[in-house]
């Protein structure tokens, strides 16, 4: 696996690459402050259904959680941007024996309270019409390696573009603690209520 090796003195510089990419590329982005535990890791599960999700979360993580921003991402595509290492990105490579070791990662990074760790739990893209999300079996194992009481925050975007050229981007949060029994389960479940909650209230949106 390749791990993120965070340069401090890079930080500034993809923040203001990501801002000028979104801010270029969206009309608008929009979400709401949330209370969250400021001193606990944040295990982020998010929606996976395009190329901007990675941009779209280290925008908001910036705003909200200010933490030192993690990712996972497939190992073929970080060899081919392995610069996303200084930025937090690391990988894991489906299949194979070494993905173990990627996912007790995560663990090791949920110990440190300064740290947030994006999860994209369905593993590959998916479209943003799909009505519940389905997580991979690697996501039991982020929760079997994992330590108690975990604060996980839940994140929904939605993409629409209205009368705009630009989209507009929507992203929703839910924050809740989990405790050694939580299942994959019972994740998946609790994560699909609030997406179906999410695209409930997304419909009365307007821009």
């Known amino acids: 696996m390749i791990k993120a090796q965070h340069i401090a003195l890079l930080h500034p510089v993809f923040k203001w690459i990501v801002n000028g990419y979104v801010n270029r590329h969206f009309k608008k982005v929009i979400y709401k402050p949330i209370s969250f535990n400021t001193e606990q890791s944040v295990l982020l599960i998010a929606n996976h259904f395009s190329w901007w999700d990675g941009f779209l979360s280290y925008y908001v993580q910036a705003k909200i959680f200010k933490k030192?921003?993690?990712?996972?991402?497939?190992?073929?595509?970080?060899?081919?941007?392995?610069?996303f290492r200084w930025a937090g990105a690391f990988s894991i490579r489906k299949g194979n024996k070494s993905a173990i070791n990627s996912l007790q990662y995560v663990s090791e990074l949920l110990q440190n309270a300064n740290n947030l760790v994006l999860i994209y739990p369905q593993g590959k893209l998916y479209s943003n019409h799909i009505p519940e999300l389905k997580m991979e079996k690697g996501m039991a194992k982020i929760l079997e390696f994992s330590q108690y009481p975990l604060q996980v925050i839940f994140q929904v975007t939605v993409i629409d573009y209205f009368a705009s050229r630009k989209p507009s981007a929507f992203i929703y949060f839910k924050v809740i603690t989990l405790e050694k029994e939580t299942n994959l389960r019972d994740l998946e479940q609790q994560y699909n209520r609030f997406y179906q909650e999410v695209k409930s209230q997304h419909v009365q949106q307007s821009v």
Do not use: A, D, Y
Not at 69 to 76: R, S
């Open 68 to 83: 030192k921003f993690h990712v996972l991402v497939l190992e073929h595509t970080l060899r081919k941007h392995i610069l």
